[in-house]
């Protein structure tokens, strides 16, 4: 019964193994960042932009009951927010740029979820495709980038959600960029 | 590449990372052994190692700001910060977090927005933090978040505690609301307001940008972090450049020119960003289109902006919805709402130089204002086709009441708050015009002093030089511009005093402005149009008597005296233009303003004399003897009340005597009007000097009422002194001239001399002619023409006679109105000297219906004509 479990439960049944409750957990924690991030839009107070990770973690607070919840529960539930995170930033910079370019920009409206410059959504959905394809070399280096990147996440947390060792998320991390840069930035 | 590959290739480099600069290359090479392909590949993805790091932290700086990416701190909400409670995040930045608080001892109930600083900052800056707290703490003002209170947490975390604001941000707000052009101008008014305050207080904004701005459900602006900006920024002042403190503290796209380049931040910087948040709110769009922040540093630095009015026609690429939409308005619509003095408005205030922007806050206030009122904008310059264009404009569509909220003084406030405020001006006005006239006066005798000490000893400095002086001096003064406009209205005003008409006219031009109120706008028209007025260019002096007289009508009480002053300058104006009706309906409503003040001071009486005086004039022109003889001895009543109370003789009692006496003449009642002239001349002579106009026409006059009562040899002495008087005046008046020459030959015709009189009346001839030909009026032609005929007449050459007085009849009849006595006297003469009983009757009969309603019955006049039906 997915849909009448909290997300407390979904996360608790993910790590139990449940493999199926990652992608109802995904669903509510997509629509929780969704929400978050209109809401911050629309009210939020203070000089400053609202980032994407502050809202991650902004979710967890607002939908993982914290009574019991362990260091491990709250990084797993962030490796799955970043990848939401992910998605809703790429879902928006391709409506901005649809719009952009001439899309039916008389009825389209967008909710204005962020404020980056048109530069900006251009290199995420770059750096969305460069994911892609470091996925295919190395999917773990992807995930580690998705939570640094998108969740904002430490080493330690990455290492936790992810059950890596330090080491390695450190190693990939490094690995990752380099590789990314290089597709963004090909050598002339 | 395969995984595998890849694999090995994240491993070396990851590896190499970990070993000392120096031996990273021949980790490399030992690492990847034969395979060079590989080695080179490593060695590429290691050089720019440096690159990609700052790539990403970039990148992730966006995303993550400061003090979120560091999650190993745990949310706050639920603790406590000094006596506050935290209740939850309402907002996360690279400079903090803020939180909805309230109190925790229950000592209010008031929600607060408690802003956490990021911890780690050195002693100093928490002293500066300190003494910043304390500037700002004053600053209360309805449109800002006021900052309630600051402090230090346990773990010795600065915090600042502000009003809590339910609201959005306000282009947000227009956009949802969807506001009109003139609805956003009257918010923008608002944040105006609350930055000026701020400026008065010295505390300069540095961040305004719509999500500092926030408007709440019931429309009212506040402005957030009032100077926290710059507090901050000392935090950050170690970092060396904007690209990085820049994403921080400024929104690049709201940076202004001085803050890219750290240069020094004054008022100057916050009046750029509010011209970009106009621009922002009328487009839509921000000035410049947003990319690569250094990129974006360089056209901040170096691009204009496009004008708004073009901005709304490109193709949108920045921003979720057109305009329009958000607007509810057409494209065309707005792009002509927006061209000309909005595009003018804003782009002065986003000049790269901060010099070439407004001087302040309030003066884009001020301008937007003028805007709304359909009053001319000071970004536009002065152009004069711009300034009539405007007033064409203006009174072409009528101004709402909203116009209100932008007027000069107080800027943006509610509606509500405007009537009292306008009262309030105006009790300040007295004052304010009490300090004027004192520096004005201070500085016009200083003018002469300055000047006199300047000049070499033995010349005397001209009254233009001293003037010029003046002139020189007034424009000196830049930091108070009432002032300023004072002075030189008063300097141009006495321009015209000494006839220097085009000066005045440049010099009032310039008045223009500096006195943008609508007062002072309406005394420097009028005194534009009584220049051109006194040069006989009345064609240009009316289109301007009649804006002046349009913008008291809209902004002034209908009692006003100073609208008053305009009126009756106007009146006579009018006057001269022969439009008498008009004139006539003006220079009541003078009389009647005039008339509503207590009275109880001779500047109001002697105000109500000349009033009543010109009124008199006005209705005697119409023809009206005895009620105009009425205003001019009602106006008398007031200089002689003046004139007990005032040492010596008052010249204004002459100029009503002469009036009085000059309807006496029409009236046939030369008892009365000899009874008034010893005294006219009197005061006269000793006020203004035999030679004046005033004391020639006492004398004329009184000549004539001899001439009348048959004392020829009086009248011909009388006649002549006045004559001798009148060519003593360098500046002698024409109709004076002519009317005494007039006079001159008609003495001689009825003591015979009828060659001497038809020598001097051909003489006045051929000017009058011209006049008349050319005008298709004149006042004095058919006098003329007519006093020929009769001495023709008299020199029994009647055919030639009765040409000169149908040409008479013809004249007055083109000159004066409908129904004119004088009329009645052309025609009267003609059936004079009409042979044929037929013409006699005719022209008498019409000279009856003319004559009889004016000077009754009994009159002379009424009597020949009479006298010539029954014949």
Known sequence: ?188 | MTPERWEQISRILADALDQPVADRSAFISEACGHDLEMRDEVELLLSRQADASAFFDRFANDLTPDTAKRSDIPSLSGTDVGPYRLTEVIGRGGMGVVYRAARNDGAFEQEVALKLLPTGVSEDQLQRFEAERQILAPLQHPHIARLLDGGFSADGTPYFVMDYVDGVPITQYCDAQQLDVRQRLKLFGQVCSAVQYAHQNLVVHRDLKPSNILVTDDGVVKLLDFGIAKLLDHSARSRPSLTQVGARVMTPEYASPEQIRGDSITTSSDVYQLGVLLYELLTGRRPYKAIAIREMERIILEEEPTRPSTAITMVMDATPQTSTQTHAITTQRLQRELRGDLDQIILKALSKRPDHRYSSVEAMADDLGRHLQGMPVLAQGNRWTYVASKFMRRHRTGIGALALTFSALAVGLAVALWQGQIAAQERDRAQQQERLASEVAGFMKGMFFFFASSVPEGTSPSPMDVLQQGVVRAEQIDDDRELAGALLHEIADLHIWIREYPKADELFERTLELRQTPRGQMAVLERLATSARLQNQLDRAMPLYEQAVAIGDEFLDEDDLDMAYVLNTYGIALSDAEELETAERIQRRVVAIRKAQPMDNHSDRAQLAAALDNLGVIVGKSGRLRDALSHHEEGLAYREIISRDVAGENMDVAWSLLNIMSIQALLDEWDQLLEHADRQIMIADSTLGPSHRISVGGRRLKAVALLEQGDLEEARALSSEADTNLRQNAFADKGEMLLLSILGARIERESGALEASERRLLDLWPDLDEAWQSEGKSAFAGLVAIEIGKTLVAAGRVEEAMQWLELGVLIETQSRPAGHYRIGIAHLELATASAKASDREAHAQIAISLLEPVFGQSHPLTRRARTLLRQ
């Open chain 1, 1 to 188: 019964m997915a849909d009448t479990s909290s997300p407390t439960q979904l996360l608790a049944a993910y790590q139990a193994g449940e493999k199926e409750a990652l992608a109802d957990l995904f669903e509510q924690v997509y629509d929780m960042l969704y929400g978050l991030a209109r809401l911050q839009r629309s009210k939020w107070q203070g000089d400053y932009t609202v980032g994407a990770t502050a809202l991650v973690n902004e979710a967890y607070l607002k939908l993982i009951d914290q009574t019991g919840a362990s260091y491990r529960d709250r990084s797993h539930f962030l490796a799955v927010a970043s990848q939401a995170m992910r998605h809703i930033l790429i879902d928006y910079a391709r409506r901005r740029q649809a719009l952009r370019r001439g899309g039916d920009f008389e009825r389209v409206q967008i909710d204005e979820l962020f404020d980056l410059s048109d530069a900006r959504v251009d290199e995420l959905i770059d750096l969305n495709d460069a994911m892609e394809k470091l996925s295919e070399l190395q999917p773990r280096q992807a995930r580690v980038v998705e939570c640094r990147l998108f969740g904002g996440m430490q080493l330690d947390e990455t290492a936790e959600a992810l059950d890596l060792s330090k080491a390695t998320v450190k190693r990939d991390w490094t690995a990752a960029r380099a590789l990314l840069f290089a597709l963004l930035n090909p050598e002339s």
